[in-house]
Each structure stands twice: as C-alpha cells, then as structure tokens.
C-alpha cells in the first residue's frame, strides 16, 4: 500500500525524468519506451538510466569532504561499475580505463566516487554478497583511489600510471587481451559492404539513408569537425579525412535514447578497404548534474555541448581517441569519435566472488583517481587550472579513513534508496506516469 512518503518520492523521480528528457520523449517516443523497459529490468539498469536522480538528490546534500578545490574539478558525471572498458589509445596502446564521457562536468570529486559506491553496492546486492562483503569492497575502492591521488602528488609524471596488458591481470586483463584480438575489418565486415570497389555501409534497422538536405548538413558538419582535431592529433595522410557515406544511426544504450546520430565512413589509413574508419556523430546531451548547480561559468565557456563533451574528454583522458572532436547541425552540438574496434567493457558476469571482485575494484580505484588528475597533452581548457591531486589531498588531510568509512556508508544506504526507487518507477510506468505509455 503506498504511503505518503513514497507517493512523495514517486512525484519526485516522475518529475525529474520528466524535467531531464521530456524533449527527447517527444522526438522518439519508441526509443525512450525501450530505455525505460530497460531500466525497469533490474535496480542497475534503473541506476544507470537515472543520473539526473542522483544528482537532484546528492545536490541537496551537504558535502562536509570537498574543499580546497577539490568541490571544482573535472568529474565523470556517470561513474558506475559498467563504465569501464578497453580503447586503443593515441599511442596505439591499448588501455583498460574508464569510458563514455557524455556526462562529464565541472563539479566535487566526492560525486563520481558515490556514484560509483552506489553501484558497486548494487551489483554486490545482485550477485547476493553479504553488506559486510560489499563493505569492504567500497572500502577498497576508495583506499585505491585515495593511494593513486598519492602517487599523483609525488610525482610530475601524469602519464606513468596506465592499466594495460603489462600491468593489468584478473577480468581487466582478460578485457585487454579481448580487445586485442578484435580486427578493424571484423568491425567493416558488421556494418559494410563493398560495392563497386568501395565499402558503403548496410542498410539494417538501426541506419536510415539520409535526404539531400539533410546530408548535405551532416557533411557540411562533417567539415566543421575536422577543424576541431588538435594540430598534434590530425593525420598527415592526404585520403584519411575523405567522406566515403554517411547514414542516420539508432540503437544506443540506455544512455544516449532519443539523441540523434549519423555514422560517417572516411577512407582512413590508407585506400586499403580493410583501413576504413567508422566515426560515430551523436547530438550530445545536456549531462545531469548541470540541471542542478550554477551552470553559468560552465556554460559560458563552450559553444555548445558537443563542444564541452569533447574538452571534458580530454581533460579526464590521458592519450584521447585522435578523431575526437565536435561540430554542429542547426545550432545543435554534437560530439564526434571513432568507432572503434578495440573497445571491450568490463564484463561483470563471471566475477562473482568477494575476492574477484576486489582484485577488480583496485584497478577501478586507481583508475578513477586518473580520470581527475591526468588529462592529455592536448588538455588546455583552464577552466580548472589546479593540480587536482593536492586540493583532494589537502581536502581530505588527516581524516581519510573517516573519508572511506562515510564512502562505505553512504553507498550501502543509497543503495537501498535505488531498490525502493526502482519499484516505484516499475510501477508509475506501468501506469502510464513517466510521461510515455508502458504499451
């Protein structure tokens, strides 16, 4: 039977998804039907799909651990345990790191490391662990991290630290080792077909062909995007940038329903057809917890959001994609990058035991204290011009254990939170109150 304060607390999550993607329901009704079922499958799912109720809540809250700066810094915006994964870096290097940076902000390094918690405690209660266990591997998360922030401030090398096959063992390396099986004309083969010498791309239920004037923009946008690659970054091959087709795109994850998006195919390393690169072109989105704070700094600095995706990438990345860049359509923004053929997520269902779990969450740890205090040499927005590292080290000087116990706490109740809130968002879907129809 519902009670006053959880019919309080449905018209909150109600309003909230409704405040965050009432846009995009409208544009694609059928796509925000298949996120929701989606996110109605397991309290994961719904936490994933739900940024924007993490941070109405977390806002509210008073934070009593980021000081110093530390309440300012480059933050993920949607760091959870299915976040992380492989991608061959600038370098060529494949590295294991965290991912998807569509939601990245200026904000407390304390957010990406409760929602991570949160998350963790989650999966921990989907995989029946004991709240002693998924405790204690809170607790070995944020340690992890708190060690690799350490590391940072002792040294002026942001760029030693990589998780790679040399360095990575457990599930992390088996990704690794995945990843570096895949082959770029394996990924050409899925979504190709050569035609009168050239690959032009498939027709199947996730691409559209495109109108005369509509890729006439995507290739006038296209255009505009390469003049965002950094100097350093841009290849020095004549035929690598040239425009092979271009098609409409669906089909994305729980993240990115509704937003619009093209596929472009460009002859890439060479006229080789095995060598064809496959950029993905995504309106981006509005990233949740600007919905909640003072955004005028913020979005005063960039043109639009495709722009911020593309500088909040590079400065939470170390060796970004080299194609990353943005450009828009009709005043829109959009962020650009490859789709890549190296790109394995961490994958959580054979890791079932306290002590996998833990082997992994040391990586996840170290790897998240990256993200704030590396970036990559391309990197020069100065929007947060401090060593991050000292301003978490100095926030949190002489109570970091208090730090880890409030982390561990924080993350188990929370997570009940979600439980609740995942059954009620179940039931006001079912009953046509989200804003689309459960049909």
Not at 90 to 104: K, Y
Not at 121 to 137: C, N, V
Not at 161 to 186: K, N, Y
Request: glycine residues 6%; hydrophobic residues 40%.
């Amino acid at each position: 039977m519902a009670t006053a304060r959880t019919a309080a607390r449905t018209d909150v999550i109600i309003d909230v998804l409704q405040d965050a993607f009432a846009p995009l329901m409208r544009a694609d009704p059928a796509a925000f039907r298949a996120k929701y079922r989606k996110m109605a499958r397991d309290p994961l799912a719904f936490y994933r799909g739900s940024a924007c109720l993490f941070y109405c809540d977390v806002t509210g809250e008073q934070d009593q651990w980021a000081d110093q700066g530390a309440d300012r810094i480059w933050i993920h915006g949607d760091l959870h345990v299915e976040n992380f994964g492989t991608y061959l870096n600038s370098d060529g290097r494949l590295i294991f790191d965290v991912n998807d940076f569509d939601e990245a902000y200026v904000g407390r390094f304390t957010w990406d490391l409760q929602r991570f918690a949160a998350s963790l405690a989650l999966l921990g209660w989907q995989k029946a662990l004991p709240e002693d266990a998924i405790r204690k591997l809170i607790a070995r998360y944020g340690r992890s991290y708190l060690a690799q922030v350490n590391h940072y401030t002792g040294t002026d090398d942001d760029e030693e630290f990589e998780i790679r096959l040399d360095t990575a063992h457990g599930p992390v390396l088996t990704a690794l080792e995945s990843a570096r099986s895949m082959r770029r004309a394996d990924l050409l083969d899925d979504v190709t077909s050569i035609q009168r010498g050239t690959r032009k791309f498939i027709e199947d239920g996730t691409t559209r062909r495109l109108s005369r004037t509509e890729r006439s923009k995507v290739v006038t946008a296209f255009r505009g995007y390469l003049e965002t690659i950094p100097e350093s970054k841009r290849f020095d091959r004549a035929l690598f940038y040239e425009l092979r087709d271009v098609v409409g795109k669906s089909g994305f994850g729980i993240g990115s329903a509704g937003l619009p998006a093209y596929n472009v195919l460009v002859e890439g390393y060479s006229q080789a057809l095995d060598n064809d690169v496959v950029l993905s072109m995504k309106q981006a989105n509005i990233p949740a917890v600007s919905r909640f704070v003072d955004t005028a700094e913020v979005d005063a600095y960039f043109e639009h959001e495709g722009h911020r995706t593309a500088v909040s990438q590079r400065a939470l990345q170390v060796h970004t994609d080299p194609l990353l860049g943005h450009t828009s359509i009709d005043g829109v923004g959009y962020v650009v990058s490859e789709v890549s053929p190296y790109e394995v997520d961490l994958d959580w269902s054979e890791i079932n035991e306290p002590e996998d779990m833990r082997k992994v969450v040391d990586l996840l740890g170290r790897a998240t204290a990256k993200i704030h205090c590396a970036s990559d040499e391309d990197s020069h927005q100065d929007l947060v011009d401090f060593q991050v590292e000292e301003a978490i080290a100095a926030s949190l000087e002489g109570r970091r254990n208090d730090f880890v116990t409030w982390l561990c706490d924080w993350g188990i109740d929370y997570a009940v939170r979600v439980r609740d809130d995942h059954a009620l968002f179940v039931d006001a879907f079912r009953e046509g109150r989200v804003g689309i129809a459960a049909t």
